[in-house]
């Protein structure tokens, strides 16, 4: 596949602590900063209080422009908006690289995570006071002991384990790895059916390190911080019935949607309209 030529350069990020916050809270500071005046342009407007920041983590076999239709509706809303780059290293490696994006934002902030982005944030929110809200799109809430892998298979209904497509590579520490992307002649299904443009997406995918997957989470945020969650029916990547578990197991306001798991980009409408009740009820 086109991407694999890529798979080494990419896992340089693996392992990668503080090298990777730093990377992507310089590579976030424009839209930061974008985010803050926004921010201010509000209050002199004389709306009131200023709108919280909405930070969007992609999941994985995506990447930060999987938001665009949320982020268009969130701006002609007059919303700060910041979408990071997630690393797909490891819910810790990649949780310390969102607070190095979180560390960059002053006053309220929502975080809204995608799949596996969802376990990201749980454990990012976590050590920030200014997180008012939680956000979790088709996405994993995991408590402290699980991982991604078992929450995908604890019921049935998944059959991205069929149409993956892993790539071996060796870690700078020499170890071996593997990175994992979805089949392209399988992407629209497994990801995006109710996308009527899924093949540049396939193409352009980002893949995830196994080992990501298979992490335990070691915090759950949700449990102190109030949560959103949409559940999406059509999902053959976390099968409804674990998304409605975990939903329920967190207090979560949930959203049912009768969506694939691609449902930021096909019905960013949904999407956005429950990122502004989170919104809303943090002001």
Known sequence: MSNVKRASKRRILTGVGAAVTAGIAVGAFALVGTANANADT????GKGQAKPTILLEHGAFADASSWNGVIARLHADGHPVVAAANPLCGPHTDATALRGVLDHIKGPKILVGHSYGGSVISEAAASDPEVRGLVYVAAFLPVPGESALELTTKYPGSTLPGALDPVPVTNPDG?????????????RHQFAAD?????????GQRPIAQSALEEKATVAAWKTIPSWDIVTTQDLNIP????RFMAKRAHARATEVAASHSVAVSQP???TRVIEEAARAAR
């Open 42 to 45: 509000d209050r002199s407007a």
């Open 175 to 187: 170890s071996k790895g593997a990175e994992l992307y979805i089949q392209q002649d399988k992407f």
């Open 195 to 203: 996308k009527t443009k899924a093949a540049p997406a396939a193409a």
């Open 240 to 243: 409804a019935a674990a998304q």
């Open 269 to 271: 409408g949904i999407v």
